[in-house]
């Protein structure tokens, strides 16, 4: 074990934190309101914070990790990222009564990686600009496209449970995670691979090439969701997917209570947010058939991103096993709220950009969530609120502890 005697007090007294944390009785309140929004019987709106600008907010040091060993450093930064949200915006995320250690497992992946330019805006910042380099000009370079292997180091899982239980031992549980969760958004890896440009002229020039494409990718996913059955290794106890926590009485019943980590067992998330750009029957042709594929293996889905959904809702309820669905900035959340029924839940992603102006402008978000909740009000829509995709917050981390003292009042209201 690469740990020096200091470095395991650290690990030990962020711990012993963790636990007072996760040992709270608003921990269960919690995830019971969680469930009764995934059941469709929501009891009020709720809140999420995710992917945040972390290097603006450490004002205080409390990110800042010193544990050398990359494993452990993992362990310390789940700490410390966990401890940190609860502290300064908890909204109604759940913290879970036992450590989570991860299964050495590897992907091979598509066999084929992303060539580009990159210039970020300032340094260590989170906004990256990207050129990418058409990898799949023509039916040849389809070959490069391999399909997903899985491999589980059995023994190393062992070693790191092992090692977690002694170095945690009386002063927290450890448990090891189920698995992996699938991302079956292959579009959006694709406009990494040939750029989003490049692809809209292939929809009116070489439509039939890019589904061989899709096809391609589909095949290799379907591989590694199969694959991973046979290993046993999806993820039926994470309590989240795509940043919306996801207790539900068919799935995850309770903390760490799945029902095995086999694909009809767990949720995947998909999205595919260049088509937000072209229409709703392009929409149909070029996502829904590979999707479908793709989500049937698996018990839940949650769909969608950043992408504009609003002006397609019907086609994306014939996606297998969707329950949750996003509601961007860039969608009409009244016209959403409308259309999306009472079998789905509305996934809103309130605007980041209210909180990276010049100043915090209380009153706008208050309208901006306001609004939203009225929206899913008049329409008897299931809802919940993620803030996320944060960019910056003007190294201003208070921004976000207000605005979720504002959403809490809001849904509660």
């Known amino acids: 074990m690469n740990l020096t005697q200091k470095e395991r007090e650290i690990l030990r007294t962020l711990a012993a934190r963790y636990m007072e944390i996760a040992t709270l009785p608003i921990q269960a309140e919690k995830r019971d309101l969680w469930k009764a929004l995934n059941r469709m019987k929501m009891q009020r709106p709720m809140v999420a914070i995710d992917q945040l600008p972390w290097n603006e907010l450490n004002t205080d040091g409390s990110l800042t990790c010193q544990i050398e060993d990359p494993f452990w450093r993992g362990i310390e930064w789940d700490l410390r990222s966990t401890i940190y949200k609860w502290e300064h915006f908890p909204v109604d995320m759940v913290v879970e009564p036992w450590i989570i250690i991860p299964k050495a497992i590897s992907s091979t992946g598509y066999g084929i990686?992303?060539?580009?330019?990159?210039?970020?805006?300032?340094?260590?910042?989170?906004?990256?600009?990207?050129?990418?380099?058409?990898?799949?000009?023509?039916?040849?370079?389809?070959?490069?496209?391999?399909?997903?292997h899985l491999t589980h180091d059995t023994a190393k899982s062992a070693l790191w449970m092992e090692e977690a239980a002694e170095v945690f031992h009386g002063v927290a549980p450890v448990r090891q995670s189920a698995g992996m969760q699938f991302h079956l958004g292959v579009w959006d890896y694709i406009s990494m691979l040939m750029g989003v440009e490049n692809i809209y002229y292939e929809m009116m020039d070489r439509p039939e090439f890019l589904h061989q494409i899709m096809e391609r990718f589909t095949q290799s996913v379907l591989n590694g969701i199969r694959e991973a059955n046979e290993l046993g290794i999806h993820n039926d106890t994470i309590?989240?997917?795509?940043?919306?926590?996801?207790?539900?009485?068919?799935?995850?019943?309770?903390?760490?209570?799945?029902?095995?980590?086999?694909?009809?067992?767990?949720?995947?998330?998909?999205?595919?947010?260049?088509?937000?750009?072209?229409?709703?029957?392009?929409?149909?042709?070029?996502?829904?058939?590979?999707?479908?594929?793709?989500?049937?293996?698996?018990?839940?889905?949650?769909?969608?991103?950043?992408?504009?959904?609003?002006?397609?809702?019907?086609?994306?309820?014939?996606?297998?096993?969707?329950?949750?669905?996003?509601?961007?900035?860039?969608?009409?959340?009244?016209?959403?709220?409308?259309?999306?029924?009472?079998?789905?839940?509305?996934?809103?992603?309130?605007?980041?950009?209210?909180?990276?102006?010049?100043?915090?402008?209380?009153?706008?978000?208050?309208?901006?969530?306001?609004?939203?909740?009225?929206?899913?009000?008049?329409?008897?829509?299931?809802?919940?609120?993620?803030?996320?995709?944060?960019?910056?917050?003007?190294?201003?981390?208070?921004?976000?502890?207000?605005?979720?003292?504002?959403?809490?009042?809001?849904?509660?209201?």
Not at 261 to 270: D, E, L, R, V
Request: with cysteine.
């Open 113 to 148: 990686g992303v060539q580009e330019n990159t210039k970020a805006t300032e340094k260590e910042n989170s906004v990256v600009s990207h050129q990418f380099i058409n990898q799949l000009q023509n039916e040849e370079d389809i070959q490069k496209i391999t399909d997903i």
């Open 239 to 413: 309590n989240t997917c795509h940043c919306s926590y996801i207790y539900t009485d068919e799935l995850l019943l309770d903390f760490g209570q799945g029902k095995g980590p086999q694909s009809q067992n767990s949720w995947a998330f998909g999205l595919a947010q260049l088509f937000s750009s072209v229409s709703p029957a392009l929409f149909e042709e070029f996502e829904l058939p590979y999707i479908q594929r793709m989500a049937e293996p698996f018990g839940m889905i949650y769909y969608g991103c950043c992408d504009r959904l609003d002006d397609r809702l019907n086609i994306v309820k014939k996606i297998p096993h969707v329950r949750k669905v996003s509601c961007s900035p860039w969608s009409d959340r009244e016209a959403f709220a409308e259309k999306i029924g009472h079998n789905l839940i509305m996934s809103n992603k309130p605007t980041p950009a209210l909180v990276a102006g010049d100043t915090l402008n209380e009153e706008e978000i208050r309208k901006d969530l306001r609004r939203t909740i009225d929206a899913a009000k008049a329409n008897g829509a299931n809802l919940e609120m993620i803030l996320k995709d944060i960019s910056t917050v003007r190294h201003q981390p208070e921004r976000l502890t207000r605005w979720a003292e504002i959403a809490m009042e809001e849904v509660q209201r």
